[in-house]
């Protein structure tokens, strides 16, 4: 693969333009406001939940949490971990070979031979990654909230609440960018195949896209620890 320029920092309302190029769709600002969006998005037995732990009284911690308690450091050496692995070009150059070779082709062969099927295996690969460790840190923010002070130990009831009620919209909205990127992939592939212009990069330009897109993802994911870990440092 040819050497990628660096990228500009990804933020999340990046990972909505991205996610809006794909499904060729307006990325306009939602209509409503944030209480009427999650009335629409949050049954009644998650609302109940919410509003106990918005206004009951929060159980303490059976035990202190295991481990040290997370920091800057903490989040920023995760995340530098999941981009290195996100952008790793031997690893994409590996799944891209596979494509090669799972259309019966091999590499000099016309490049509109490849199969979609190696990239999406490689992008759900670091789709769990990301998912995994960000869950693993969130999970280990509330509980060092929940033993720092009855308001904090409040915000790590409510996020609880929350993250549990919006994954799996969430994971739906996931879950159905391979399918986007799918699509994307077999329009630029008959492009190259047509030979419209893109013959001889336009793998390439596709395999950087879907890093783009996980690199939005991850700011995306990071963002409630963040918000989290700023919670904590103000104890």
């Known amino acids: 693969m040819q050497q990628s320029p660096p990228r500009a920092a990804i933020r999340g309302s990046t990972f909505v333009r991205l996610l809006a190029r794909l499904g060729e769709v307006d990325a306009g600002q939602p209509g409503g406001s944030l209480p009427d969006r999650l009335s629409q998005w949050l049954s009644w037995t998650q609302s109940i939940a919410l509003s106990s732990a918005l206004d009951g009284k929060v159980a303490p911690l059976d035990e202190p949490p295991q481990g040290e308690?997370?920091?800057?450091?903490?989040?920023?050496?995760?995340?530098?971990?999941?981009?290195?692995?996100i952008t790793d070009e031997q690893a994409w150059s590996r799944a891209r070979s596979r494509a090669i070779a799972r259309a019966g082709a091999v590499e000099g062969d016309p490049d509109h031979k490849v199969d979609y099927s190696a990239l999406r295996e490689r992008y759900l690969l670091m789709q769990r990654s990301i998912q995994g460790t960000t869950g693993k840190l969130r999970g280990e923010l509330r509980d060092h909230l929940a033993m720092a002070?009855?308001?904090?130990?409040?915000?790590?009831?409510?996020d609880g609440v929350m993250e549990g009620a919006l994954s799996p919209r969430e994971q739906r909205l996931l879950g159905g960018v391979p399918a986007l990127l799918e699509t994307r992939f077999e329009k630029a592939r008959k492009a190259a195949e047509e030979g419209a212009g893109t013959t001889g990069i336009w793998l390439d330009l596709f395999i950087r896209e879907m890093q783009d897109i996980l690199l939005a993802e991850l700011d995306v994911r990071f963002q409630p620890l963040e918000g989290l870990l700023a919670a904590l440092h103000g104890s």
Request: net charge negative; glycine share 4%.
């Open 69 to 85: 308690t997370p920091n800057d450091a903490l989040l920023a050496g995760a995340r530098a971990a999941l981009v290195e692995a």
């Open 149 to 158: 002070s009855p308001e904090l130990a409040r915000l790590a009831e409510v």
